[in-house]
């Protein structure tokens, strides 16, 4: 007589009233934005000389539908073809002082069955400190993790699993990564990353600044796509990965909250027409959840400046964008 399967394992439901809001002693947010630091940095290579070997089925994702330096990875996985290479799973949206957590909406942690994420990087550091952040990269072999660096997770499944990936999709190409290291650099500091000095801003001044900044880099990022399909050209890179996210929690999330324009994104012709050209690609459709775009509790919000008035704006991502043209 086979056994009866174990139920999936679930946190209990987020609770502010008794743990309280996440953010406090986990992340600095007393004097505009300071991002946590994310200390397992730790690489995977296809030869196996950083200790972390491109191996299938030994690494796994820890991710959230709502966080955009999650959604990187899961939409390099997908573009390199590392469904059956890689495995990934979601925690759940919300989260008290204890951190993200697995329960039913997005489901058990199919690995080790934990109930929070913390067990994860207590597992790697006894009695860690920090932020408990995802995307967290999992070694099952040696039971901790590799990594919770979301700039190099993406970059080393874009590049160390050639072995089992699609070869045709070269993300990080060897000849444009000095341009894409630079243009990475802007996008992280003034969009990526903007967004959040903008809701972080303390003061009026600071309020001004970052959005005028960040909006100013956006009319150039639309300048630079009226003559070519995506940043590098006729290829989806890792910078155009990297921009995409953001433009897709733009008009629900990140201007609704921090305020930044009276501009949704569909104010930017080229901007608007690209992001819906990636979105039409499964490996972008398919990891997106407008839903999850919230920010609901959001830690990085400070008071102080007086902001402009900005409503959350729903659009159409699947009218067609006419982008083809430019790849021809």
């Given amino acids: 007589m086979t056994a009866p399967a174990e139920s999936p394992a679930y946190a209990s439901p987020v609770d502010i009233e008794t743990y309280g809001p996440y953010g406090p002693g986990r992340i600095d947010s007393s004097s505009g934005w300071n991002r946590p630091r994310y200390p397992f940095q730790d690489r995977i290579t296809a030869d196996g000389s950083s200790g972390y070997p491109a191996e299938p089925g030994r690494y796994h994702l820890y991710v959230g539908w709502f966080c955009p330096w999650a959604q990187r990875t899961a939409i390099v996985r997908s573009l390199k073809g590392l469904d059956e290479v890689v495995t990934l799973s979601y925690v759940d949206d919300e989260r008290d002082a204890r951190g993200w957590a697995f329960r039913e909406r997005r489901g058990a942690d199919p690995v080790n069955g934990f109930l929070f994420l913390e067990q994860a990087y207590d597992a790697t550091e006894p009695g860690y400190p920090g932020h408990l952040s995802v995307p967290a990269l999992w070694d099952r072999q040696t039971g901790r993790l590799v990594s919770n660096n979301f700039p190099d997770i993406t970059i080393d499944l874009g590049t160390q699993f050639e072995q089992w990936g699609d070869p045709d999709i070269r993300l990080y190409p060897e000849h444009l990564r000095p341009q894409i290291d630079e243009l990475n650099e802007e996008i992280y500091r003034k969009v990526n990353n903007g967004t959040y000095r903008v809701a972080g801003a303390t003061t009026q001044e600071d309020y001004e600044e970052f959005r005028h ?106 009218a067609p964008h006419g982008r083809e043209k430019l790849g021809a």
């Fill in 213 to 318: 900044d960040l909006i100013a880099t956006l009319d150039d990022l639309d300048a630079r796509l009226a003559d070519r399909r995506f940043l590098f050209g006729d290829h989806i890179t890792e910078s155009d990965v990297r921009l995409w996210v953001t433009l897709a929690r733009f008009d629900l999330g990140y201007n609704p909250l921090g305020k930044i324009s009276e501009r949704p994104l569909t104010a930017f012709p080229h901007l608007w027409g690209y992001a819906r050209d990636l979105y039409q690609h499964s490996a972008f459709r398919d990891t997106t959840d407008f839903g999850s775009f919230h920010f609901k509790g959001a830690s990085f919000l400070n008071d102080g400046p007086v902001r402009i008035e900005v409503e959350p704006r729903e659009a159409d991502w699947e």
